[in-house]
Nanobody, 125 residues
């Protein structure tokens, strides 16, 4: 699976930026597609995640400010980030989980996780 990410950059406090990520190279289901971020000095954390047949998840601090949408046919997600704060500054990573079902008398399932290259988001105060 290849993940191609676009967007990010520099914004002022209160401004907006957008990110997009396209997953390709698989004939299997991309079950989860979303964004993580790594803020300076902190561990990578979930920002927003779409799950096929499941609820969309947001990190608590971005609820009401960030909105993730998905074009399922294109395996592409869009993250609209509004009311940006300096504490949103960090490297954002697209994340995909591929879900594979191996048919048979005893079907087995597999999950493969993929990461895109980091995209810098900088919010100036």
């Amino acid at each position: 699976v290849q993940l191609q990410a676009f967007g990010g950059g520099l914004a002022q406090t209160g401004g907006s930026l957008s990110l997009s990520c396209a997953a390709s190279g698989t004939r299997f289901l991309i079950r989860d597609l979303g964004w993580y971020r790594q803020l300076p000095g902190k561990q990578r954390e979930l920002v927003a995640m779409t799950t096929t047949g499941g609820p969309t998840k947001y990190e608590e601090s971005v609820k009401g400010r960030f909105h993730i949408s998905k074009d399922s046919a294109a395996n592409t997600i869009y993250l609209q980030m509004n009311s940006l704060k300096p504490e949103d500054t960090g490297v954002y990573f697209c994340n995909a989980v591929e879900f594979i079902v191996q048919p048979g008398i005893h079907p087995r399932t597999y999950e493969n996780t993929y990461w895109g290259p980091g995209t810098q988001v900088t919010v100036s105060s």
